[in-house]
């Protein structure tokens, strides 16, 4: 049942919005997933990220989206391999590509997020190992400086690296992402690159504009024992650590904004860890829809006292049921946790449009408008939910 969402409270200025990743909506990309989704097998349905939502060509209509549903805010990303090409060479007809774009948004009155890594490298960065190589941070560091530079007048809300540790886990760890390795040393490297690169990046992005202000989107996951055993509880205090807290305290005095990217809740126990719930709502990832984890999440991250904004929460659901009912949940959990003293600046839904969700292809449909860019009755929900906030 969808319930009677007058009630929930938000801040003046509190933003609406939902997010994208260039990669998995822009189409036309020579980058290093784009080389690696034309292997046989590495996609599940075989698709690749080439045509997709054409946003690349259709962004004005992307906006429009935007706009015929109220939200005042969108955080997407600038694909590196357009910018840099080739290594130090800045294409000044892509900067004006996603110059156009802001300058849109504004016009519109939608505040812009941008993320500058959302898992893809340019192929020269490929060729010699990526974030894996040592170089990884200064040839980052060089771009999102770049980046600030061109756009830092306008864009103030810099998402900068989108998961590294989700990057890195399924890329190195697990391996069903590019660049399809199964080593953990390699990982635990890959990841202090990030952990660098966004360390540089902050330095070169406040030297380039101090107006910026430079966050990242963290996945966080709620943990909660099943029973309250000194064992569960033990368990759960280090899941939350090893998955939560060891990568935001590396990087804590490198941010002006803590974005959170919640998705997964997770009961503990001694004897197996086990999803949320079981036998309640799962979306078609088969990942537990459990709105108090997000209440949990932006509670615990009052302890790095910083803004904090829920840069993706979502549900893949093609039927779109779940998510009628998915998005005023979670919201009401946003304003639940305003009202218990979070500062919480902003609530941006994953995604706008369905997309190329990297290894399953197009299978999972998380997005408040089809491809085509229908809306879904989800995105009508939103849309009202908007509306009562903001008084409009
Ligand atoms: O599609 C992804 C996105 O690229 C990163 N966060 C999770 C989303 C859903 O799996």
Redesign the pocket.
Known sequence: MIKNTKKLKFPKGFLFGSAT?AH?IEGHLNNDWARWEKIPGKISDGTTSELGADSWNKWREDIKLLKNTSQNAYRFSIEWSRIEPKEGFFDEGAIDHYDQIIDELIKNDITPMVTLF??TCPLWLDDIGGVANRKFAKYFARFSGRMAKEFGDKVELWSVI??PS?YVNAGYIIGHWYPGKRNIIGGVKAFFHLVSAHKQAYSSMKKANPRVKVGIAMNMTAFEPVKKTWCNRALTRVAKWLVNEYSINLVRKNLDFLGI?H?MSHKIQCKKPIMFDEGGAKSEYGWSVHPEGLYQVIMEARHWNLPVYIT?N?TADSSDRLRQTFIPDFLEKCSDAIADGADLRGYFY??LIDNF??ASGYSMK?GLHTIDRKPRKSAEIYKKIIEQATGE
């Open positions: 990743s998995q959302h898992f989108n998961e989700v990217n998705y993706e979502g994953w995604s969700e990297w998380f």
